[in-house]
C-alpha cells in the first residue's frame, strides 16, 4: 500500500503565497518522479508542476515563475512553493508519484480571493 498525504492548502488572498506538501508512505521503491496537478470547478485536471527522480523540473505555462516544486529524495516528499497566487489558481491540489503506476492524494483546497 502507498499512501500519500498533502497538507499546506487554505485560503490566501491574490497576491500571497501559500507552501503545499506531500508525503509519500509504504511499500516505495525506485521513484521515477513525484508531482502536482490541479483541477478547479468544472474543469479538468491539469498538470502544474512535476520533478523527476533525476531532478528534472517542468511547470504549466500558468505558473511558471511564480511557482517552483522541490523534492527531498530520503524523505519522499515533494513541496510546492507557490507566490504571487492569482484567483484563477484556486483549485483542488493533488499530489502524483509514478513509480509504474501513478498514485493520488486525496487533494487539498486552494482558495485565492480577496
Known amino acids: 500500500q502507498v499512501q500519500l498525504v498533502e497538507s499546506g492548502g487554505g485560503l490566501v488572498q491574490p497576491g500571497g503565497s501559500l507552501r503545499l506538501s506531500c508525503a509519500a508512505s509504504?511499500?516505495?521503491?525506485?521513484?521515477?518522479?513525484m508531482g502536482w496537478y490541479r483541477q478547479a470547478p468544472g474543469k479538468v485536471r491539469e498538470l502544474v508542476a512535476f520533478i523527476t527522480s533525476g531532478g528534472s523540473r517542468n511547470y504549466a505555462d500558468s505558473v511558471k515563475g511564480r511557482f517552483t516544486i522541490s523534492r527531498v529524495n530520503g524523505k519522499n516528499t515533494v513541496y510546492l512553493q507557490m507566490n504571487s497566487l492569482k484567483p484563477e489558481d484556486t483549485a483542488v491540489y493533488y499530489c502524483t508519484m509514478k513509480m509504474g503506476l501513478d498514485y493520488w492524494g486525496q487533494g487539498t483546497q486552494v482558495t485565492v480571493s480577496s
Open positions: 509504504g511499500r516505495i521503491f525506485s521513484i521515477n518522479g
